[in-house]
C-alpha cells in the first residue's frame, strides 16, 4: 500500500511557467511533509517542508500548499527555468513516532529554455 | 555540503557474490540510513540506524542486512547478490530523525549484479 502518491509522473513546462506537482497521502498522523529536489547523478537535498499548523510556505519561487482536510498538499515552482530540471520527491513522516519519511515515487520535472 | 561520503561509487559483481557498501558521515549524526533507487519505484528504504549497534528494517530489507559498530560508518551488505538488486543505493544522515529536520543523502552507489 503506497502512503504517498505523486503526480504527476513527468512535467515539461517552458521557461518562466509555472511548475506543478502533487501528493496525497493516506495517513493523518503525518505531521511533517518535505518536498526532495535531486539533479541527475546527485543525491536528493531538502527543497522545502511545511508542517500542518500552516497552510502555505513560499521560499523564493518554491511554494507549498497544504490541504490537510484533502489529505493532499502540491508545490509551486513559479518562474521555471532550465536549471530547475530535475526530480522531485514528495515525502512524509510523523515527528512523534517514526524517525524515517514515506517517499513518493517522484516527478521528473524537464524546463525547455 | 553535509560530509557524506559512499564507497565504492559504481561496483559490477556476479550473482551470488556477498557485496559491502559503506557509509562515511563526518557529522555525528545520530541517524543513518540505507535506501535504493529504481526507476518507477522512487526511493525505499532498506535499513536505517538510529544510533552503534541499533538497527531496524525498512520496506525493502529482505536479502540486505546492516551493521553500525560506530556513529561514522554504516554498512549494508548483500549477502548474496542477485540481479533484482541491480540499482542505485544512498545513504542519508539526519540529526534529529528524518520527521524533524533535514535529511542528508551521499552521491550514490551504482550497483549491477551480472
Known amino acids: 500500500q503506497q502512503q504517498v502518491k505523486q503526480s504527476p509522473q513527468s512535467l515539461i513546462v517552458q521557461k518562466g511557467g509555472i511548475s506543478i506537482m502533487n501528493c496525497a497521502y493516506e495517513?493523518?498522523?503525518?505531521?511533517?511533509f518535505p518536498w526532495y529536489q535531486q539533479f541527475p547523478g546527485k543525491g536528493p537535498a531538502l527543497l522545502i517542508a511545511?508542517?500542518?499548523?500552516?497552510s502555505e510556505k513560499k521560499e523564493g519561487r518554491f511554494t507549498i500548499s497544504f490541504n490537510k482536510s484533502a489529505k493532499q498538499f502540491s508545490l509551486h515552482i513559479m518562474d521555471s527555468q532550465p536549471g530547475d530540471s530535475a526530480t522531485y520527491f514528495c515525502?512524509?513522516?510523523?515527528?512523534?513516532?517514526?524517525?524515517?519519511?514515506?517517499f513518493g515515487k517522484g516527478m521528473k520535472l524537464t524546463v525547455n529554455p | 555540503d553535509a560530509g557524506i561520503t559512499q564507497s565504492p561509487r559504481h561496483k559490477v559483481t556476479e550473482t551470488g557474490t556477498p557485496v559491502t557498501l559503506r557509509c562515511h558521515q563526518t557529522?555525528?549524526?545520530?541517524?543513518m540510513y540505507w535506501y535504493r533507487q529504481d526507476p518507477g519505484h522512487g526511493l525505499r528504504l532498506i535499513h536505517y540506524?538510529?544510533?552503534?549497534?541499533?538497527?531496524d528494517k525498512g520496506e525493502v530489507s529482505d536479502g540486505y542486512s546492516v551493521s553500525r559498530s560506530k556513529t561514522e560508518d554504516f554498512l549494508l551488505t548483500l549477502e548474496s547478490a542477485t540481479s533484482s538488486q541491480t540499482s542505485v543505493y544512498f545513504c542519508?544522515?539526519?540529526?534529529?530523525?528524518?520527521?524533524?529536520?533535514?535529511?542528508?543523502f551521499g552521491q550514490g552507489t551504482r550497483l549491477t549484479v551480472v
Open positions: 542519508a544522515i539526519s540529526e534529529g530523525g528524518q520527521a524533524r529536520g533535514e535529511a542528508f
Open positions: 495517513n493523518t498522523a503525518f505531521d511533517y
Open positions: 511545511i508542517r500542518p499548523d500552516v
Open positions: 515525502a512524509a513522516g510523523t515527528q512523534g513516532g517514526s524517525e524515517k519519511l514515506v
Open positions: 557529522e555525528n549524526h545520530r541517524y
Open positions: 540506524s538510529y544510533g552503534v549497534k541499533d538497527t
